[in-house]
């Protein structure tokens, strides 16, 4: 039966038993989330067919009692259920049962971020680099839209399965409290932890408040935990102080970070998709690099400490002279972040953090030494239930997951563990090297450079000995060269004739949409387009070279890379390996251009014949060439995976469009992608269907083929 709950935040609340059906259609499953504004639970949906796992958000009991709360609260519901995005929680709705007022969302598999970094359980940074820039895609499409989140913070990003991204909370938490405060009077804090400094001003909140805000989550899941969580006076800190490079984490990820952290709005990034362009660019110096878990007192201690005061602390330990230096470095704070000068200006604290990180590069400091203290776990947006209910709770209380295994199955703890196995995850958490003992290796390591250094540099090549060595520097092989693009980009490309064609929906096609109209006359040069998707192997062939960014979809595909289009690339990357093999993105023009090959028809043969979709594809993309391919000889084009294009998506834009070599809007919120792919509907799988996304969107269901100017 339910009953009635106080949450720490006063308001009152229903709690459910696990099975109870609510409004005659939704059966509890398990409490799975609690927070000042209510409950969370998994429940089915038992009027979908087939039935489907929900999230429950249980709302304060006031929303149920008050019809004018109730009422501005389903105003906040309607606003935003506009956002559609497949990197953001969708809302399906609010519900009145009884009293009882509830919203219906996604049901998100997997941990939130702030559980994971709670849980202590690694992340490589890659998996960093990921989260920034699925978060980034998201938030680009929201702002582009004129939706804030408002409350962006580790425990509102999911980490799902196959390695995606899930953001919630956008602008209803914000807007409840608002309305709660107006409607009741009941004021819920916000908990300061990543709210951006001109927030504790009082400044106007915009897009580059969020900015901070995921640089703020960043920098936490590289730290451990949040920098200045334990610190009383967190908002000063906050307001007042910058944030040191982390040690051992690579200087152009560190400067990204940083760079959206910046106390002045203007110095951040400019919007979410430059920040996610930016952490795209990345190049990390090996794969797997993971983020160090250590015990709290030693990593604060290393924070606290400058990098050459250690390597000086370790030379004094071993040759046991203790040098009476290290109690003259630099004050720091409770948390070791070091104090700005007294005119507390941004400027040096800006330009000391800079001298730090380079630093800390020059000396190239092992993984192996620790990060950042190794914090609490992330509180929820406000205080916790009292210890009291959560105990009669904690049986149900578990993270969204379905098995043993880290909590998650084996798709899922591959990607975010990068391909830790159980045993090696217990290693990392219980068999860490003592600082002790890491500093001793860097002194060792020092110790042993400086005697080679001397010792070099003592020696006195004789003319004779010094015409030696220059002939073996000279005979001595040089080094690979990086892979290269094939000679001649056209091999595997077809010749698209110019002409005129009839761009839109297909004469008689019952499926055609609202951007597919009107059909207009498009005139196009000669070019070339890929007979193929572009596959797995060919991209790598570009992450080789340093050129592209690696995929983490297509790279846990172990078999057939040669034959299976790449995936999980951003249109970013899509149009950096094309101008790297000397070729472009097509236009959307070209692109359905070439798709029709000559005919005016949504389809160019039976479906199952020449596509892989949601009825044929058996859950996954599939080999490149196997399905008949169009009259100019394309595979592919239709199913198996969208593909990108260089234009601005506009549904409004044929209307508009020039009648010769159209190449789409000067400007917009999304990109092209064409064809349909191997988990969507026969009607998404037409050569006129269109859809924009954000161009930092990656999906295990996107690819892309090149094109070429024809003369």
């Known amino acids: 039966?339910?009953?009635?709950?106080?949450?720490?935040?006063?308001?009152?609340?229903?709690?459910?038993?696990?099975?109870?059906?609510?409004?005659?259609?939704?059966?509890?499953?398990?409490?799975?989330?609690?927070?000042?504004?209510?409950?969370?639970?998994?429940?089915?949906?038992?009027?979908?067919?087939?039935?489907?796992?929900?999230?429950?958000?249980?709302?304060?009991?006031?929303?149920?009692?008050?019809?004018?709360?109730?009422?501005?609260?389903?105003?906040?519901?309607?606003?935003?259920?506009?956002l559609e995005h497949p990197g953001a929680v969708s809302i399906t709705g609010i519900h009145l049962e009884d009293k009882v007022a509830f919203l219906v969302t996604e049901y998100v598999q997997g941990y939130t971020l702030g559980e994971w970094i709670a849980k202590k359980k690694p992340l490589t940074l890659e998996n960093v680099i990921a989260i920034g820039v699925q978060t980034c895609a998201v938030l680009d499409y929201a702002h582009r839209i004129g939706i804030l989140n408002r409350d962006l913070k580790p425990s509102n990003i999911f980490l799902a399965p196959q390695g995606k991204v899930k953001v919630g909370e956008f602008e209803f938490a914000d807007k409840f409290r608002a309305v709660l405060v107006?409607?009741?009077?009941?004021?819920?804090?916000?908990?300061?932890?990543?709210?951006?400094?001109?927030?504790?001003?009082?400044?106007?909140?915009?897009?580059l408040s969020e900015i901070y805000a995921l640089g703020m989550i960043l920098y936490a899941a590289l730290a451990g935990g949040h920098p200045w969580q334990n610190e009383p006076n967190i908002t000063g800190f906050i307001r007042d102080k910058m944030l040191p490079p982390l040690s051992g984490i690579p200087k152009?990820?560190?400067?990204?970070?940083?760079?959206?952290?910046?106390?002045?709005?203007?110095?951040?990034?400019?919007?979410?998709?430059?920040?996610?362009?930016?952490?795209?660019?990345?190049?990390?110096?090996?794969?797997?690099?993971?983020?160090?878990?250590?015990?709290?007192?030693?990593?604060?201690?290393?924070?606290?400490?400058?990098?050459?005061?250690?390597?000086?602390?370790?030379?004094?330990?071993?040759?046991?002279?203790?040098?009476?230096?290290?109690?003259?470095?630099?004050?720091?704070?409770?948390?070791?972040?070091?104090?700005?000068?007294?005119?507390?200006?941004?400027?040096?604290?800006?330009?000391?953090?800079?001298?730090?990180?380079?630093?800390?590069?020059?000396?190239?400091?092992?993984?192996a030494l620790p990060v950042s203290p190794e914090l609490k776990k992330e509180p929820e947006i406000s205080a916790p239930i009292s210890r009291e209910i959560e105990k009669a709770l904690e049986p149900e209380y578990e993270p969204r997951v379905e098995s043993d295994k880290f909590g998650m199955d084996e798709e899922f703890s591959t990607f975010w563990q990068g391909g830790l196995e159980e045993s090696e995850f217990e290693t990392v958490q219980t068999k860490r090297p003592t600082v002790s003992i890491v500093l001793s290796l860097i002194a060792l390591a020092v110790l042993i450079g400086m005697g080679i250094y001397f010792y070099i540099a003592n020696l006195q090549p004789t003319s004779t000995e010094q015409h030696d060595i220059n002939i073996k520097h000279k005979a001595a092989p040089s080094p690979m060269p990086k892979p290269t693009p094939p000679p001649d980009p056209t091999v595997t490309m077809v010749l698209v004739k110019g002409g005129v064609f009839n761009m839109g929906c297909s004469p008689g096609d019952q499926l055609c949409a609202k951007d597919e109209r009107p059909k207009h006359a498009v005139e196009l040069k000669p070019y070339f387009i890929d007979i193929n998707e572009v596959t797995i192997a060919e991209y790598k062939r570009c992450v080789a070279a340093g050129e592209c960014g690696a995929s983490e979809l297509a790279n846990r595909i172990k078999e057939d890379q040669g034959n299976r289009p790449v995936i999980g690339v951003s249109w970013f990357d899509a149009k950096k390996y094309c101008e790297w093999v000397g070729k472009r993105l097509p236009t959307e023009a070209e692109w359905e251009n070439a798709a029709k090959a000559g005919k005016n028809s949504a389809l160019y043969g039976k479906l199952d014949e020449i596509a892989w979709y949601e009825s044929n594809s058996q859950g996954s993309s599939r080999l490149i060439g196997e399905k008949k391919p169009n009259a100019i000889g394309l595979y592919d084009i239709l199913g198996n995976v969208w593909e990108w294009c260089a234009d601005w998506y506009d549904e409004n834009y044929y209307g508009a469009s020039p009648k010769q070599n159209p190449t789409g809007p000067e400007s917009g919120t999304h990109k092209v992608i064409r064809g349909g792919g191997w988990q969507n509907n026969p009607k998404q799988v037409r050569t006129t269907y269109r859809v924009g996304l954000s161009s930092m969107t990656k999906s295990n269901d996107i690819g892309f083929r090149c094109a070429k100017d024809g003369n």
């Open 1 to 82: 039966m339910p009953t009635q709950l106080k949450l720490d935040s006063g308001l009152i609340t229903t709690t459910f038993e696990s099975g109870f059906i609510l409004a005659n259609r939704y059966q509890m499953a398990r409490l799975v989330g609690k927070g000042d504004l209510g409950l969370v639970y998994q429940a089915i949906d038992t009027g979908e067919f087939p039935k489907i796992k929900v999230a429950i958000k249980i709302l304060p009991s006031d929303v149920g009692t008050n019809s004018d709360l109730f009422s501005e609260v389903e105003k906040i519901v309607i606003d935003i259920e506009g």
């Open 252 to 367: 152009n990820l560190m400067s990204v970070v940083l760079k959206s952290l910046q106390k002045d709005p203007s110095k951040r990034f400019e919007s979410a998709e430059a920040f996610g362009a930016a952490l795209q660019e990345i190049r990390l110096p090996q794969k797997g690099i993971r983020v160090p878990i250590h015990e709290e007192e030693q990593a604060r201690s290393i924070l606290m400490t400058p990098v050459e005061d250690l390597i000086e602390k370790a030379v004094d330990e071993i040759s046991g002279k203790l040098s009476d230096r290290a109690t003259s470095s630099q004050p720091t704070t409770k948390v070791g972040i070091q104090q700005p000068p007294p005119d507390r200006t941004i400027s040096e604290p800006q330009k000391a953090a800079t001298q730090n990180e380079a630093k800390a590069a020059a000396m190239e400091i092992p993984d």
């Open 182 to 207: 107006r409607v009741t009077g009941s004021l819920v804090p916000v908990p300061p932890q990543y709210l951006a400094p001109e927030q504790l001003m009082g400044w106007k909140y915009t897009n």
